[in-house]
């Protein structure tokens, strides 16, 4: 078996829209500065969902567009740091939903990284065949974790799910999903803390600015580098969607102006493990990205963590 590859995509996000003048009757903020700091217009919040409801419907949407079915998948994996019980884990509540019978199943936490190290997890079982076909899906549900009060982290956050269909590869097919170049700063780990029971994400916003924007682009390079791809043949690049001003900064050092950019934080905030998947799957689902072509995804977050890869488009 040579690898795997991402077979389809699905993402959900709740129907309520906030917009930036909605957070500034909270606090003391305006439309100006968010959008000025951070890109954020809008972002969803979500009322009785849960991480798995999110999750299964992201996933639903996957299965759906992937021509599998649930009895197809031998290994679900999510991605969250919002999960609220700590059991079931969100992978055996999302099977359950799905019909999905008897899958492995577990949940990763590395905050906004946690998609990417998913992805590579499952990429790496299904190379050693252990899974033949899986869901791999970053779920957050970051509104019940935020400080409504706390101007500095509350305009920044939203709720959503994306989710992808991962398969084997042929053994005369390339493999759709790169090496990963994975990795973590702890020493740095108290710069983005969700610390206690219930309690709310509190970070230190320009350390780890700094260090998104002078750490990363280099690590993103290796991940081409190890899939063999050029940065000037990407088509896309989809980082996590922590703040526009990040990920303007890691594209210009890539020096990629032929890609596409994925600034999905516009209208949905930053969902933590869910905004790879789900700027992915919406490039997709617009045709925006030509099927086969190389995707550059690179998450960064609390942990400090970060995970990137290559992987072929759907
Ligand atoms: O996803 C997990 C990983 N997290 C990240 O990647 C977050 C990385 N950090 C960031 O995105 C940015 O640091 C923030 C968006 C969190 C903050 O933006 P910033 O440009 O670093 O703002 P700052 O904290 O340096 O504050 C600049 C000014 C300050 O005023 P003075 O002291 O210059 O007068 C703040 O008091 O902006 C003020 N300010 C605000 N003003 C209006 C801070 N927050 C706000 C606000 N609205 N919400």
């Known amino acids: 078996m040579s690898g795997s590859k991402i077979l389809s995509l699905g993402h959900y996000q709740p129907s309520r829209v906030v917009t930036n003048d909605e957070i500034a009757q ?13 890109g954020i217009v809008t972002r969803r919040i979500a009322g009785d969902e849960t991480v798995a409801d999110m999750a299964a419907a992201a996933a639903d949407k996957a299965l759906a567009n992937s021509g599998l079915t649930a009895a197809d998948i031998d290994l679900v994996v999510v991605a969250t740091c919002t999960s609220v019980d700590r059991s079931p884990n969100v992978a055996c509540r999302v099977a359950a939903k799905l019909g999905i019978a008897a899958p492995a199943a577990f949940d990763v936490n590395t905050a906004c990284s946690g998609f990417a190290y998913a992805l590579s997890t499952v990429d790496h079982a299904i190379r050693a065949g252990a899974a033949r076909n899986a869901i ?15 101007r500095s982290t509350c305009i920044i956050f939203g709720d959503g799910a994306g989710a992808a269909v991962v398969t084997a590869t042929a053994e005369d097919e390339a493999p759709g999903i790169g090496p990963v170049v994975w990795g973590s700063v702890p020493e740095r780990g108290d710069a983005v803390r969700i610390e206690g ?3 709310y994400v509190a970070q230190e916003g320009q350390a780890v600015f700094r260090w ?7 690590l993103a390079s290796q991940a081409c580098e190890r899939a063999g791809v050029d940065p000037s ?11 526009s001003r990040i990920i303007d900064g890691i594209a210009k050092r890539l020096n990629i102006p032929q890609a596409i950019i994925a600034k999905d934080i516009v209208e949905s905030g930053n969902t ?10 919406k490039l997709v689902e617009r045709r925006e990205v030509p099927s086969g072509a190389p995707v550059l995804l690179f998450g960064f977050g ?13």
Not at 26 to 38: A, G, K, S, Y
Not at 233 to 243: D, I, S, T, W
Not at 304 to 314: I, M, W
């Open 212 to 218: 998104a924007t002078t750490a990363l682009a280099p």
């Open 272 to 281: 933590s493990a869910a905004s790879i998947p789900l700027a992915l799957s």
């Open 233 to 243: 043949e990407l088509a896309a690049f989809v980082p996590h969607q922590a703040n």
């Open 26 to 38: 909270l606090v003391e903020t305006n439309d100006e500065w968010i959008r000025d700091r951070v």
């Open 197 to 199: 029971w219930r309690p």
């Open 302 to 314: 609390g942990g400090l963590t970060y995970a990137g890869q290559v992987v072929r488009c759907p």
């Open 136 to 150: 791999v899906i970053g779920a957050e549900k970051l509104s019940e974790f935020t400080d409504w009060t706390d």
